[in-house]
């Protein structure tokens, strides 16, 4: 695999506080990688260390196979948590400053810029300033300023707090297409629906230690039992129920159908395929609905931060 | 790569667009010379009220010694009882009445009056006083056979001429023109700090309450961003200082032509007004002059220089990481008194040690103690302070500087990213060790 940022054992104490204890990640080149973890887990301070804005106690951490370095930031793009503008300075200027601290050239930074401000249709707020914008608009301008020296790695901490689900969607879109385009993606946050729909990797962060890591579909294979979820006519489903319960382990389903089925949970357990399975229930009775189930993210976190604890 | 001249732009230009700086550049000698022609014309019309005073002098012979002045008309009563006096002297409505009753020389001035409606000025009270002291006392002179005439002649007026063992001349007036020019340069520095440092913190404190010093410092060294924050805004505060000094001149230049005031009267001017207008001492100008040429310039302009600077940013960094550890500017006022107090002691020093003993113990000490020494040091520079006692006070001067820099990136560094709370001095003692 192509690993574009490794840490490596990396360690981070604020006086008596252990904000990280020892931990390590393989960013894949071109993957959006997801950090997880509940808020106070240590996400922001690993990212302040990826950006060099803090310093590891121990660990190291490489870009591209070399240790940081602090030309290695024009290479980085950060959307932090903890974002804003200077509010009395106009968009357009602003914009310029931030890209020139990022070591685009003037030029090159107002030929980029009108770029994406035409992309995103917001062209017209050039000579606006930050303080006439609304929080959205401003998020947008933030969104272009991080994006536009056309980073290897991009990291957005919490992307989407603030934005409507409008743009929450156009800038999902644009992560993608930058993914696409050869960019790699850290993505903190704490909202599962958004990791599922687009992390390929993620690592879940707990009271400082990485407790999981790895691409999701594996980490959904293994955490599978399985189970599966089925809906069955028949006309006398007490007695059913009390088949199929003789045989396997069963709780009550609930999913929404036309007909009044019988609905279940069946676990197979370690024995047992689907087809298995299958050829039992429609010996017994019509089955309508047969669905494997899938833990999502949602799940595996609760559940990985449960086993943690005890 | 290095942002720093990036960084100072950014803060130059952020500085001197913002409306309210603007409007202070250019109202603030407006204002100031406003308001000195507004004492200036109030106090003028303070001298133009006439008092009109009477005087029923019993005696006789004391009365003479009042004459009526521009401001100041005496009505000389005679041949009136007291009674009709008061009452003649309300009816006028005059601002009082004097009464000098019949009685020898020796034991009248315990029963001299002045009768009023209103409680007479203190100052008025004692010129009456004096004038009445100095014709008593001249009249007992005479009644104890002096010859006043003899007395006048013998007045000796005293100018000690000073000269250096070198054979330098100097005289009363150098010393003063020193003092002022220390004064001037320990004042603007003192006013330059607080006024720029304030300016430093608030930007500062913006960064942080806009949220957008995350995003900078992923790009920049939170050391860079703030020597550029230092730096930009000092040279913005140049820019205004500039342009109050210029537009001051030329406002004070139109005003007096306009006005016929004198606006910059100077203890230092008026001494040379009256020297020019008598004639005898021309010689004593001349020597001023010369006075002036043996001012150690050279010293005095680089000196000043390298002071101004080191002392400045010396107090900007802490103002800087003052700004970094709070979250909004009220939170502030814990931290500024230490900032504060070493600066309003160092004026202090210079004002009262300096100029009794400007090479005493106490004067020396304090320019040579970091916090106090650009001040203090800028003062008594004009008085000739040996090289080296500069050079070594401008060399502990500078690592200061170089340490408070060193702890103020320290606190800068950690306190930009915290937010919501309040710390304390063992909070900012435990970001040093981050």
Redesign the interface.
């Known amino acids: 695999m192509n690993i574009l940022l490794e840490t490596k054992e990396v360690s981070k104490y604020?006086?008596d506080f252990q904000a990280l204890d020892a931990v390590s990640i393989q960013v894949p080149k071109h993957s959006i990688f997801g950090l997880l973890g509940p808020n106070g887990a240590g996400k922001t301070t690993l990212i302040?260390i990826i950006?060099?804005?803090?310093m590891p106690d121990t660990g190291s951490v490489l870009l591209d196979g070399e240790a940081l370095q602090?030309?290695h930031?024009?290479y980085?793009g950060?959307?932090?948590e903890?974002?804003?503008?200077?509010?009395?300075?106009k968009v357009g200027e602003q914009a310029l400053?931030?890209a020139?601290?990022?070591?685009l050239s003037y030029s090159e930074a107002k030929k980029r810029l009108k770029y994406w401000f035409d992309k995103l249709e917001i062209g017209h707020w050039w000579d606006k300033k930050v303080e006439e914008l609304s929080k959205g608009m401003a998020q947008k301008i933030?969104f272009v300023?991080t994006v536009l020296h056309q980073p290897k790695l991009l990291i957005f901490d919490e992307p989407f707090s603030g934005f409507d689900p409008i743009n929450a969607n156009l800038i999902k879109d644009e992560i993608l297409q930058l993914r696409d385009e050869g960019a790699t993606v850290i993505f903190s946050t704490h909202r599962m629906e958004s990791v599922e729909e687009l992390c390929d990797h993620i690592a879940l962060i707990h009271e400082s230690k990485k407790i999981l890591d790895g691409k999701l579909n594996d980490i959904k294979r293994s955490y599978k039992t399985n189970s599966f979820e089925v809906g069955l006519l028949s006309e006398n489903k007490d007695t059913l129920q009390q088949t199929i319960e003789s045989k396997f382990k069963t709780s009550p389903a609930d999913f929404k159908s036309l007909h009044d089925d019988l609905k279940l949970n069946i676990s197979l357990g370690s024995e047992g395929t689907s087809n298995d399975l299958l050829g039992f229930l429609t010996s017994q009775a019509q089955v309508l609905h047969f669905k494997e189930l899938i833990p999502n993210a949602s799940d595996i976190f609760i559940q990985t931060i449960q086993n943690n604890k005890s | 790569?290095n942002?720093l001249p990036?960084?100072i732009k950014?803060e130059y230009m952020?500085k001197v667009k913002?409306k309210s700086f603007i409007l202070m550049t250019f109202l603030t000698p407006f204002i100031i010379i406003g308001l000195s022609l507004f004492i200036g014309y109030l106090s003028s019309i303070n001298n133009d009220t006439v008092r009109s005073i009477y005087v029923l002098d019993d005696t006789g012979f004391v009365s003479e010694t009042f004459k009526t002045t521009d401001y100041t008309i005496y009505n000389h009563l005679s041949e009136v009882d007291l009674e009709t006096a008061k009452i003649l002297s309300n009816q006028e409505n005059a601002y009082g009445l004097l009464h000098i009753p019949k009685m020898p020389i020796e034991t009248v001035s315990d029963f001299i009056k002045f009768y009023s409606e209103e409680s007479p000025s203190l100052s008025f009270i004692s010129s009456l006083e004096s004038k009445i002291e100095t014709k008593l006392s001249e009249l007992k002179l005479q009644s104890e056979g002096v010859d006043l005439a003899l007395i006048d002649a013998s007045k000796m007026d005293v100018d000690i001429n000073q000269e250096s063992y070198e054979g330098v001349k100097t005289s009363k007036v150098g010393s003063l023109m020193k003092l002022g020019f220390g004064s001037i340069a320990g004042y603007l520095l003192f006013i330059f700090i607080i006024v720029y440092g304030n300016m430093i913190m608030r930007s500062v404190i913006?960064?942080k309450t806009?949220?957008?010093i995350?995003?900078?410092?992923?790009?920049?060294?939170p050391i860079q961003l703030m020597l550029g924050k230092i730096i930009g805004t000092s040279l913005a505060g140049i820019t205004q200082f500039t342009i109050w000094i210029v537009l001051g001149g030329v406002i004070a230049l139109a005003a007096s032509a306009i006005f016929g005031v004198e606006l910059s009267q100077t203890p230092q001017q008026e001494l040379v007004n009256q020297t020019l207008q008598n004639p005898e001492s021309v010689d004593k100008f001349q020597l001023m002059i010369n006075e002036f040429h043996m001012l150690p310039l050279g010293n005095l302009v680089i000196a000043f220089i390298l002071f101004f600077i080191c002392g400045y940013l010396l107090y900007s960094s802490l103002y800087a990481a003052i700004g970094a550890a709070v979250d909004n500017e009220t939170d502030t006022q814990q931290f500024m008194l230490p900032v504060i107090l070493p600066l309003i002691l160092a004026i202090y020093v210079g004002v009262f040690t300096v100029i009794e003993d400007p090479h005493g113990t106490i004067s020396t000490v304090f320019s040579f103690i970091p916090f106090t020494s650009p001040v203090v040091m800028l003062m008594r520079i004009p008085f000739g302070v040996p090289l080296w006692q500069q050079l070594v006070s401008l060399v502990i001067l500078i690592s200061t500087f170089m340490f408070t820099v060193w702890f103020a990136a320290k606190i800068y560094r950690v306190g930009i990213?915290m937010?919501g709370k309040k710390p304390t001095y063992k909070e900012l003692y435990?970001w040093l060790?981050?």
């Open positions: 604020f006086g302040r950006n060099q804005i803090t602090p030309h930031v024009q980085i950060y959307l932090p903890e974002r804003g503008l200077y509010k009395s300075m400053y931030l020139q601290l990022k070591g933030q300023v | 790569m942002h990036l960084i950014r952020a913002n913006e960064e806009s949220r957008i995350e995003v900078i410092i992923s790009s920049v060294k990213l937010y435990k060790k981050y």
